[in-house]
C-alpha cells in the first residue's frame, strides 16, 4: 500500500508539474463542467488503516499488520465560489488489521500463539463532509486540496458484546469521529471528469474498549487507541 501511495504520489505531481510547465492553450474537455452549481459521481478506491496506541507503561508497543481494503462510494459536489466546493462522499469502506501483541504483556501467565495475534475486522459506513480548494484550471488539469469532518459506524464492531479477549473478542466502538486532509488532481476527459486523489484521516474518539479484567494484557496496558488512515479514491463525475 505505501508503494502505492508514493506512486500515486509522484504522479499526481508530475501532472501538476506538467500542467504548469506547459501553458499554452489548448482545446478544453467539457469546458463548462464547473460552472454547474451541483454536480454528482461516484468513486472507487483503496485503504490502509493503523492505530494509534498510547500505552500506560512503558512497554513494547503493539505492532500493526496493515492490509489493503477496498473502497466505494458516491459524491455531491456544490460549488460555493469558482474555487471553493462542499463535498459530501458517503461510502463503504472495508478492511482489517491484525494486532500482534509481545510476549511480554503475558509475563507470569499462562498463553499460546493465537494470544498473541487479534484480527480486527472493519467495515465503516463513512459520511465526510469536505471543502475542496482548487486551483485555476489549467487546460485539462486542475489540482486541489481538501479537508473536512467525518463521521463513520462500523458494522464490525461488537462494542454490545459481553465477551472480551478473554474468549477471543477484541471490542472497539462502533461510532467514530476523524478529520481528513488530502489533495489530488482533476482530469477533465471528453465525457466525464477523473479524478485520483490521496486522502488522510485522523481518528478523534478512543476506540478501545476495555476488557473487565482490568490487568487484561490485551487492554490493560491500553490508554488510547485511534484510528489513522490513507484512501486512495479514484472519482468519475
Known amino acids: 500500500m505505501k508503494k502505492v501511495v508514493f506512486i500515486l504520489s509522484l504522479f499526481l505531481l508530475s501532472q501538476a508539474a506538467s500542467a504548469q510547465l506547459f501553458t499554452k492553450e489548448k482545446i478544453k474537455n467539457n469546458e463548462n463542467f464547473d460552472k454547474q452549481r451541483l454536480s454528482w459521481g461516484f468513486f472507487l478506491g483503496f485503504n490502509s488503516y493503523d492505530y494509534q496506541f498510547n500505552y500506560e507503561e512503558d512497554l513494547k ?9 477496498f473502497n466505494v462510494g458516491l459524491i455531491s459536489d456544490l460549488r460555493l465560489t469558482e474555487y471553493l466546493n462542499l463535498r459530501f462522499e458517503p461510502g463503504l469502506y472495508i478492511t482489517q488489521r491484525n494486532l500482534q501483541y509481545d510476549p511480554g504483556y503475558f509475563s507470569g501467565m499462562d498463553y499460546n500463539a493465537s494470544d498473541l495475534l487479534r484480527e480486527v475486522k472493519s467495515t465503516y459506513v463513512h459520511f465526510p463532509l469536505l471543502l475542496k480548494f482548487s486551483t485555476k484550471r489549467i487546460n485539462n488539469f486542475k489540482p486541489f486540496i481538501v ?3 467525518s463521521t463513520a459506524i462500523n458494522l464490525s464492531s461488537n462494542q454490545e458484546n459481553p465477551d472480551d479477549n478473554s474468549v477471543g473478542e477484541f471490542r472497539s466502538e462502533r461510532n467514530m469521529m476523524f478529520y481528513e486532509l488530502g489533495f489530488g488532481v482533476d482530469f477533465y476527459l471528453y465525457w466525464f471528469k477523473f479524478t485520483p486523489s490521496i486522502r488522510g484521516v485522523f481518528a478523534l474518539n478512543n476506540e478501545i474498549i476495555q476488557d473487565r ?9 491500553v490508554h488510547t487507541m485511534k484510528t489513522r488512515g490513507v484512501f486512495v479514491n479514484f472519482t468519475f463525475q
Open 147 to 149: 479537508g473536512g469532518v
Open 213 to 221: 479484567d482490568p490487568n487484561s494484557p490485551w487492554t490493560g496496558n
Open 61 to 69: 508497543d503493539i505492532l500493526v499488520d496493515n492490509t489493503v481494503g
